[in-house]
């Protein structure tokens, strides 16, 4: 089963790649998401991760909330449903 998280607080030089690569020490991943803004294309501050295992989702959420990634201070948290 999947678990979502929510990845706040990104800065705009963060990609899908730095995420994949974060994320990877905790569990498989079954995607990434950054939306973007329409007009320019820009990153909206936030990100999802999905974790294939809810156990590699809560590893990644205890090691990596409050940690800097790249000029940031990042919150992870598990996401809310829609």
Do not use: W
């Amino acid at each position: 089963m999947n678990t979502k998280i929510h990845v706040g607080n990104l800065s705009d030089a963060t990609t899908e790649h730095d995420l994949r690569n974060l994320f990877c020490a905790y569990g498989n991943i079954a995607e990434v998401n950054i939306p973007r803004e329409r007009p320019s294309g820009r990153s909206r501050g936030f990100a999802f991760v999905t974790m294939a295992t809810p156990e590699g989702a809560q590893s990644a959420i205890q090691a990596l909330n409050g940690k800097t990634i790249g000029s940031s201070t990042v919150s992870v948290s598990e996401a809310r449903p829609r």
